[in-house]
């Protein structure tokens, strides 16, 4: 049954365990410097599919169905699913999940999306409601690009603090604790944040003052120091964002030091792989954390971490009508047991 | 503490009440059959606002705060907002809500959300995750119209089965029991059903599977029949999806007699406003269940309810790829304390 410790933290005294976790993702993806955690990867942008938003809602199938195989399970043991994904209306995911059989949830949260559903999910296992949960997100470079930005086929110029939507997916399966694998010992569900930022290609910028809210919150709540962690693990804020959250916690007084890291600057490299400022979408911290961060939280590389999924509430509609972009960020700290 | 009870049913022993709800309208809704129950009503489209994606916005905001005092509480005593609505990305909930301080967890069920909003915040004050929690969502005809279908300029025809998108919004705090207004005894959150319909206008023919398939999963996870209840109101389907509910559980050897009804029926009068099939949008059920049932409810009228969220969760994109409508339907029972 979950703890309140603070204001705004959870604890989860059962420490519910990420029982099976996979990633699968797209060419590019596989090039860069994750490209080997990834338990599959595609050559082809659609997979085979007819368009690319079938092609994303496929990637969320393979995800949570190698993770549901990876944690020895069958769907019929699965309680319910929270999934959630960039598309309108989400369809990724409803139509990606359709076949399962299993209670769903749809989540929303921007790229701060599978902060959100591991949260649930964890909290769900935690006070009974369910044996297991599945936890899942993604994004595709193409479909996100005519839906947000512009056709692919327009070729236009990207701004230097552009990030570049990852074509990914990730999912993970929590049930009763384990004692090889990382568990969620706590989270911070954040506030929408929304200093003014108004630069759609900027989002990391737009994301950060979120970021360092939930920090904050988290650390005032459970009297701890960024030291106290063997990595801090924010989703996408890129290289900008994640330059910008250092410069704002220092002004608070919080210094993150080389134990800190961002799923946005971690899946590609920006030198080679024109990136600008690194990656981003809902698939970009769900791919790092369902394959990189738990395998090395498994090999002790890591044993006590906190990942913050980061968020922008905004849309295309809302930009146009000359609204700031209003950020969200959710806390989950991951350990693995002593 | 949650307790699973059969394969799909929650039953939540705390039995947390709705402690405050508040419905806000526009002017036809005011006009129709419903249009005393609701706390406050908007002459005008825009709510003086400069779009009406603002406008549904600040029926949030509107809807939220009301529902909040009615609760005798502040922002503050709120531990988490689940919210929701249909625009692209939730920028209803995402606009509406960032000035609240209240941690957010945007929910997407298309117009089952008041149901899956409603669920998770129950679910958390019953585990003891918060104390008190805010469930809201909205629709507006204006903003659905433009996203969904056709400018209003255009003048589009509209076909005998679709269903006209209420401008609505419905809030409800829950908190631990009280002994004067609803509680929610039990919850059942649906699978995905497809049943390969795919004519967007006729979005209750799309829902009404899922709707069937939740309502027998709870019965028979109850061991209870329709007959056992003072109400069964579903959430949108409109005469077409209730016509065809009825129709889909008599092949199944259940049978809805005179305490069925349905959110989009109830909040038109169908001859004399010219909405076809009756009322949808998420802010139909909201705006219906916030306001009249729970009203009804504390006046003894109803003791024992079943209420079924049904969402259509497809976008525009999906159906010009030629895809079908896969329907959701979450269930929550309210009951009265006796």
Request: charge should be negative.
């Given at each position: 049954m979950p703890k309140r410790?603070?204001?705004?933290?959870?604890?989860?005294?059962?420490k519910p365990s990420i029982i099976g976790s996979a990633a699968v993702a797209g060419k590019k993806e596989k090039e860069g410097p994750?490209?080997?955690?990834?338990?599959?990867?595609?050559?082809?942008?659609?997979?085979?599919?007819?368009?690319?938003?079938?092609?994303?809602?496929?990637?969320?199938?393979?995800?949570?169905?190698?993770?549901?195989?990876?944690?020895?399970?069958t769907n019929a043991a699965i309680q319910y699913i929270f999934a959630g994904d960039l598309l309108n209306q989400c369809i990724s995911s409803s139509f990606g999940l359709r076949g399962l059989g299993i209670p769903f949830l749809g989540q929303y949260g921007a790229c701060s999306t599978m902060a959100q559903t591991i949260s649930l999910a964890a909290l769900l296992v935690d006070c009974g409601a369910a044996n297991h949960c599945a936890a899942v997100t993604s994004s595709h470079f193409c479909s996100a690009?005519?839906?947000?930005?512009?056709?692919?086929?327009?070729?236009?110029?990207?701004?230097?603090?552009?990030?570049?939507?990852?074509?990914?997916?990730?999912?993970?399966?929590?049930?009763?604790?384990?004692?090889?694998?990382?568990?969620?010992?706590?989270?911070?569900?954040?506030?929408?944040?929304?200093?003014?930022?108004?630069?759609?290609?900027?989002?990391?910028?737009?994301?950060?003052?979120?970021?360092?809210?939930t920090l904050l919150d988290f650390l005032n709540d459970t009297h701890t120091t960024p030291d106290d962690y063997d990595l801090i693990l924010t989703g996408d804020l890129g290289s900008v964002g994640a330059a910008l959250l250092k410069e704002l916690l220092t002004k608070e007084g919080v210094s993150l030091s080389s134990n800190y890291n961002d799923c946005g600057i971690l899946i590609y490299d920006a030198q080679k792989q024109d990136v600008h400022a690194g990656g981003s979408g809902c698939g970009c911290s769900a791919a790092?954390?369902?394959?990189?961060?738990?395998?090395?939280?498994?090999?002790?590389?890591f044993r006590n971490v906190l990942f913050l999924g980061t968020g922008a509430l905004m849309s295309p509609t809302s930009s146009q009508q000359g609204e700031s972009i209003p950020g969200i960020a959710h806390l989950l700290q991951f350990r693995m047991p002593s």
């Open positions: 410790q603070g204001k705004y933290t959870l604890l989860l005294p059962s994750m490209g080997t955690y990834f338990d599959l990867c595609f050559q082809d942008t659609t997979l085979g599919e007819e368009s690319w938003e079938k092609a994303e809602a496929r990637m969320q199938t393979e995800a949570v169905n190698l993770a549901i195989q990876k944690a020895g399970l690009e005519r839906q947000f930005r512009f056709p692919l086929e327009y070729g236009g110029q990207r701004t230097p603090t552009a990030q570049w939507t990852a074509t990914a997916s990730g999912s993970a399966i929590l049930g009763a604790h384990q004692t090889d694998t990382p568990f969620v010992a706590a989270m911070t569900i954040g506030k929408i944040t929304d200093l003014g930022i108004k630069d759609a290609a900027n989002m990391g910028a737009a994301m950060a003052p979120a970021a360092m809210q790092i954390v369902c394959s990189y961060l738990f395998q090395k939280m498994r090999e002790g590389a």
